[in-house]
T-cell receptor, first 111, second 114 residues
């Protein structure tokens, strides 16, 4: 089926370094959700982006929706060990791939 | 407010045996989802319910999988017979009518088929 690609697949950073994951779609999206899944845990909702070019911040996390609503990014400033986990984007569209989760980016933070 | 409840948390069965998973969504959430998650991959939707109606079951392998949500609250997902490739985590999620794109996940059931 249709896939939503996230890059990178894995990222190891030193604690205090920044981290960015990108979510790319071949079609225009209605909106996009981001989830975090800790090792052994379940996905937890982080945020929803709806508007073209929208930028939202949650403490050290910055979420951005592309102007064309085909891509999105999540940036973490000064990573901490509590940021460890897999970050998934989950776009929605009125078309063919509603409720599909991205491939995920697994983040490891080295203390 | 209680979150999404799933049971059992873990299940080990032999192939060809039946297995069932139970989910109780967040109170008031009319939309319920069942997902399958393989190791290292994102959740894959199996079925979505709006109240008691299955509105999207296109990804549910209907030869061996079945689901029900008889009163529009709790739901059961069944596999009969289970195959080795069914080993995965089965996640249940729910969302409210006013915010259907924000899904709240349960802890999942980890199924191992031997």
């Amino acid at each position: 089926g249709q896939q939503v690609m996230q890059i990178p697949q894995y990222q190891h950073v030193q604690e205090g370094e920044d981290f960015t994951t990108y979510c790319n779609s071949s079609t225009t999206l209605s909106n996009i959700q981001w989830y975090k899944q800790r090792p052994g845990g379940h996905p937890v909702f982080l945020i929803q982006l709806v508007k073209s070019g929208e930028v939202k911040k949650q403490k050290r996390l910055t979420f951005q929706f592309g102007e064309a609503k085909k891509n999105s990014s999540l940036h973490i400033t000064a990573t901490q060990t509590t940021d460890v986990g897999t970050y998934f984007c989950a776009p929605t569209t009125s078309g063919t791939y509603k409720y599909i989760f991205g491939t995920g980016t697994r983040l490891k933070v080295l203390a | 407010e209680a979150g999404v409840v799933q049971s059992p948390r873990y299940k080990i069965i032999e192939k060809k045996q039946p297995v069932a998973f139970w989910c109780n969504p967040i109170s008031g959430h009319n939309t319920l989802y069942w997902y399958l998650q393989n190791l290292g991959q994102g959740p894959e939707l199996l079925i979505r319910y709006e109240n008691e109606e299955a509105v999207d079951d296109s990804q549910l392998p209907k030869d061996r999988f079945s689901a029900e949500r008889l009163k529009g609250v709790d739901s059961t997902l069944k596999i009969q017979p289970a195959e080795l490739g069914d080993s995965a985590v089965y996640l249940c999620a729910s969302s409210s009518f006013h915010s259907t794109d924000t899904q709240y996940f349960g802890p999942g059931t980890r199924l191992t088929v031997l």
